[in-house]
């Protein structure tokens, strides 16, 4: 079974920064794409981040600056680094990750369980 496991999340004060990461576990051949979400209360799932296989990197508009998202393929992990963190940057954050898998090279995307980031004016 594929895990997507995240850590780092916690309260800040407005200005601050904070590191998440998100470690892949389980049986897959390679990690395409991974990619950091987050979702706000009573607000839609947005993309924050993504980081491409070839280490291409996009952002959302909102975080473009402030944020900055790095892989280890190694290890199989990625990571957030957020920083000048805003009261509008609260939400739960969601690891997001495109699976090429071993049977018939086939690709599934997996998500993590979340991490709460709360940012105190």
């Known amino acids: 079974q594929v895990q997507l496991v995240e850590s780092g999340g916690g309260l800040v004060q407005a200005g601050g920064s904070l590191r998440l990461s998100c470690a892949a576990s389980?049986?897959?051949?390679?990690?395409?794409?991974m990619c950091w979400y987050r979702q706000a209360p009573g607000k839609q799932r947005e993309m924050v981040a993504t980081v491409s296989l070839r280490e291409d990197t996009k952002y959302a508009d909102s975080v473009t600056g402030r944020f900055t998202i790095t892989r280890d393929n190694g290890e199989n992990t990625v990571e957030i680094q957020m920083s000048s963190l805003k009261p509008e940057d609260r939400a739960v954050y969601y690891c997001?990750?495109?699976?090429?898998?071993?049977?018939?090279?086939?690709?599934?995307?997996?998500w993590g369980q979340g991490t709460q980031v709360t940012v105190s004016s």
């Open positions: 997001y990750a495109d699976l090429l898998m071993y049977r018939n090279d086939e690709t599934h995307n997996y």
């Open positions: 389980g049986s897959f051949r390679n990690i395409n794409a």
